[in-house]
């Protein structure tokens, strides 16, 4: 059951399902409650290589012209501090809370592909290794996380580098592709009866419009990379100038993925506050259906806007008009949800826990980044900036202020659901002012390093540009944030053993994850729930909150066939075999099928190295273990 | 509220309906239409570069224009326009071929269906087969480019062009191998109303690998 | 059970041989004038050559989609998981062509 290992010993659980233990249990598993922990944990594994990253970047530029790295290693350093941050950390904590909070949002057992859920994740742990690994050996990639083209191709980038780039990225398309096929069918088809899509709790609506911005988006990426792989290794012309090649190609298809990318890294965010936000004020979450159609009009625009990433490079005055409104216009959706939020603690009885805390955090910090997003838009504005600390300030205010303060929250907020236990308030506070200061300690500066024209990228910069002070500040912020991060670390190790045991609903939520136990038993619901509203725990315990909205019940058919009980608390712990509930049976194949990827992509490698028969080897080996294994896996039954 | 009170009756129901989807639709066929929608994306991609690129190339063999290269060699518009329209035929046919084995698979026992339109191992075994007969041609079409000196290295045409019906082909063989996995199940078992679903969801991806090639025709082989 | 009932519906109502053939003679002819028009030197010169198969490309597409595919006949949810990506795909791919000037304005 997913948390034996993650649950303390004392708590009041006793093991559902025995044989669940040790680590062949977490390497079979199928469990999305479990593969959600594992997101969780490897995630903030790479937070912490992500952090260290920067600090080892805002040391070297603490002062002018230090030496602490060179100038080789920096550039590794800011192209794998991007990468990690983006791939191996905010998209897999997202992912951590898809896995574990759709299908209980929802009213589901399991996902609706379990063991596809399983192959995300190993291929994202393995792909994470692949990116990750070659930093401790001096090849990481060093073309900066956008590996504009013709930079990254084989001209300028020759060793193995950038190799580990445009192969680790392919494999982590993989894992993000197959796990949104795998929502998205989740979301349409696992619903509770009565669970409309205009009842669904926010984050899943927000996790709901990421997919469909993973499933366009990463194909765009996936395409891009074959080309600079097919330059890279079997001499290609694409990116290649000299041949005709159009060095704006890259560009174009690379921001017509990250553009989208940007709302998959902050949606998600958005969706916990906004679980978060209503909770803490005990009131309905205001404007809900503006709140879903803002999300969607969101996801809809952004991929229509990527060139503002590009006015740079001259596009002329019509596509630099239209991509300057469309950006204008996406920030009418976005400055929506900030009202709403606001409106939903207006009058409200509001609680400051620490998620709280980092939630009103996110609002204002987020909205900071948004308004020098609008600046950006703005190409004459744009030109100014583009390429200086004050777009790196932009990023990380929408980043780290948006969407880390968005997943502290959710973390904070849901820690009990997945642990049993409460994290440590004090400390929490603690961690969100070092935090809150921090990060503004280090990012504000920038804005002005910006203007004063500071390029980004540089390892290092001369005395008497006006940089030297704001460069100190943003070191120092730094250090800040890492002592923060610290004491969470402390906090959410020592919480597992010690925090206080948070029952069902510690916090009185509105939604379906509160009325099971903590942490939840393998098969989730030991009845489907029937959901007449968009709060029903709040019917339940606080019907004062919800009278005024609408409620209904679900057709007779649709609950009959489902086994659907009316909305109530579950507190006994039974195992999934007492209560006749098939329970999808733990496999290895998924991580099989992930490991044959991993073998043919490393060959690609060895093909680079010179080593002919040793990569086709690998390539032909990796690829028969594929398809074997995963014709194992087609064959064999789910449950 | 009692509190998980399932009976055993209860349970043997809930095992038998594990199936329940909010929807009615099965979730294999959301899921795959989901691939779909991706799928456009990747081809709009290779489409639009090789579109893109269209008449950049620095040196020949060009797709529609002879070219002459500064040595004096005279290369000929390179396109061999009676193989492609053959092999165009050869898939669109495969989608019929794969309707009438979907029809096949759900209309099994029903009086004088099998009789008027075929059995569904014939017309998987000639979908795959057509299939076939498309990669065939793909790789008379590639080998015979090569020899008249055009590669994927040679200029932007032939980088894109190959990586773009490359791609395509890699998607026709995928769903041959699917296809023959799906002719192996039925000589062995026999596919019946029950199985419709996996035969649906692999004639989904074969009816798009067929749209898929209905545009790359048009535009890379038609316009000139 | 539902999903029973949904796949009884949508086999019935799926097309017919009848019409499987339709399709299979429209495709063939549609390709053959294409390929026809492709050899003609003053169509391949006149100015609706290109808007003319680009239109014939859509029906063929269209036709395929429509009855093979069944989207016409199969539930409105997957009309709209194939036409949302479909609809923006072909705007990034028209924005590519005014973007790299292979299409102009005016």
């Keep these: ?367 900071i980044g948004g308004i020098s997003g609008v600046m950006h838009s703005s190409p004459p504005s744009n030109m100014q900036q583009t390429d200086t600390y004050f777009v790196v300030a932009h990023f990380h205010y929408v980043l780290y202020g948006g969407a880390m303060m968005g997943i502290f929250s959710g973390i904070y907020h849901y820690f009990p659901k997945i642990t049993g236990r409460l994290m440590n308030e004090t400390l929490g506070s603690w961690q969100f002012w070092l935090n809150f200061i921090g990060l503004n300690l280090t990012f504000f500066p920038m804005h002005f390093s910006g203007m004063l024209g500071m390029p980004r990228r540089i390892y290092t910069y001369d005395a008497g540009q006006g940089w030297d002070l704001f460069n100190l500040m943003s070191t120092a912020g730094t250090y800040m944030l890492v002592v923060a991060g610290l004491i969470f670390a402390f906090n959410f190790f020592r919480s597992r053993k010690v925090g206080a045991l948070a029952g069902n609903d510690p916090w009185g939520a509105p939604t379906l994850e509160w009325s099971i136990p903590s942490p939840p038993p393998d098969y989730n619901f030991a009845q489907i729930p029937e959901v007449t509203s968009r709060y029903p725990m709040w019917d339940l315990k606080s019907p004062e909150r919800t009278a005024g909205l609408e409620h209904s019940h679900a057709d007779a058919a649709a609950i009959t066939e489902a086994h659907a009980v009316p909305i109530h608390e579950e507190t006994e712990r039974r195992t999934a075999a007492e209560l006749g509930i098939p329970m999808p049976f733990n496999t290895i194949k998924p991580f099989m099928v992930a490991l044959g990827i991993i073998v043919m992509f490393s060959g690609m490698i060895v093909l680079h190295a010179g080593k002919f028969p040793l990569a086709m080897a690998m390539m032909i080996g990796g690829g028969a273990f594929l398809v074997g294994s995963l014709y194992a896996w087609l064959t064999s039954p789910l449950e | 509220m009692a509190s998980a009170p399932a009976t055993a009756s209860g349970a043997h129901e809930a095992h038998e309906h594990t199936h329940y989807t909010t929807t009615g639709l099965d979730n294999r066929k959301i899921a795959i239409w989901a691939f779909i929608g991706s799928e456009c994306m990747l081809f709009a991609s290779l489409i639009s570069t090789y579109l893109v690129y269209k008449g950049r190339s620095l040196v020949g063999p060009l797709p529609h224009e002879a070219w002459t290269s500064p040595a004096g060699q005279v290369f000929k518009p390179i396109l061999n326009m009676p193989v492609t329209t053959a092999s165009t035929f050869v898939l669109l046919m495969s989608s019929l071929t794969m309707v009438l084995a979907l029809a096949a698979v759900e209309n099994k026992g029903k009086p004088g269906y099998e009789g008027l339109l075929g059995s569904s191992k014939t017309w998987l075994l000639a979908t795959a087969l057509l299939g076939a007969a498309f990669l065939g041609f793909q790789a008379y079409e590639f080998t015979s480019f090569v020899h008249e000196g055009l590669t994927i290295r040679t200029n932007l045409f032939g980088t894109s062009f190959f990586t773009l019906t490359g791609f395509h082909g890699t998607h026709v063989a995928v769903g041959v191998l699917w296809l023959m996995s799906l002719l192996f199940i039925d000589l062995k078992r026999g596919l019946g109303p029950k199985d419709a679903i996996i035969v649906d969801i692999s004639a989904l991806y074969w009816h798009f690998v067929d749209v898929v090639w209905i545009a790359i025709f048009t535009l890379v082989y038609l316009i000139k | 059970m539902s999903s029973d009932r949904a796949h009884a519906d949508h086999a019935h109502e799926h097309p017919t041989w009848k019409q499987y053939k339709w399709v299979a003679l429209w495709l063939t002819l549609i390709t053959i004038v294409e390929v026809w028009a492709y050899y003609i030197p003053s169509l391949v010169a006149s100015k609706g050559f290109v808007p003319a198969l680009l239109a014939m490309s859509a029906i063929k597409f269209s036709i395929v989609v429509l009855f093979y595919m069944h989207l016409k006949y199969d539930h409105k949810l997957f009309k709209a998981l194939f036409v949302g990506p479909l609809f923006i795909a072909a705007c990034t791919l028209v924005a590519f062509l005014f973007l790299f000037g292979n299409v102009r304005i005016g």
């Design chain 1, 1 to 367: 059951m997913a948390t034996t290992t993650a649950a303390p010993a004392s708590a009041p659980v006793h093991d559902a399902s025995p044989g669940q233990t040790g680590l062949w249990s977490w390497v079979t598993t199928v469990d999305h409650k479990r593969i959600g922990v594992l997101y969780l944990y490897t995630a903030l594994f790479y937070l912490l290589v992500g952090g260290l990253e920067a600090a080892l970047i805002r040391t070297q530029l603490a002062r002018p012209n230090l030496s602490v790295v060179s100038a080789e290693t920096y550039n590794q350093l800011f192209t794998m501090h991007g990468t990690t941050m983006v791939f191996l950390v905010v998209m897999p904590l997202s992912a951590a809370f898809f896995n574990y909070l759709i299908p209980l949002q929802i009213g589901a057992r399991d996902v609706a592909f379990p063991r596809l859920n399983a192959f995300s994740y190993w291929v994202y742990a393995l792909g994470g290794l692949f990116i990750t690994l070659p930093i401790f050996f001096g090849v990481a990639p060093n073309g900066g996380w956008f590996g504009y083209a013709p930079l990254s191709g084989p001209t300028y980038s020759g060793g193995f580098n950038m190799d580990f780039w445009v192969l680790g990225l392919q494999i982590l398309g993989i894992s993000s592709l197959a796990a949104a096929f795998n929502f998205i069918t989740t979301i349409i088809n696992l619903r509770a009866p009565g669970m409309t899509l205009m009842r669904m709790p926010m984050f899943t609506w927000m996790s709901f419009v990421v997919q469909f911005l993973v499933i366009l988006a990463f194909p765009v990426i996936t395409a891009a990379l074959f080309f600079l792989q097919f330059d890279r290794f079997f001499g290609t012309n694409f990116y290649q100038v000299q041949a005709g090649g159009d060095p704006l190609l890259w560009q174009h298809l690379f921001w017509v993925f990250g553009h989208p990318e940007v709302y998959i890294l902050i949606l998600p965010a958005f969706g916990l506050v906004s679980e978060v936000l209503p909770t803490h004020s005990r009131k309905p979450l205001f404007g809900y259906n503006v709140m879903a159609y803002s999300g969607i009009m969101i996801g809809f625009l952004g991929f229509g806007v990527w060139a503002h990433h590009m006015f740079a490079v001259g596009m002329g005055p019509v596509a630099d008009s239209i991509f300057s409104m469309a950006t204008m216009l996406i920030g009418l959706p976005t400055g929506v949800k900030i009202f709403n939020w606001i409106a939903t603690m207006y009058g409200g009885s509001l609680r400051f826990p620490t998620s709280m805390k980092f939630a009103i955090g996110l609002i204002a910090m987020f909205t």
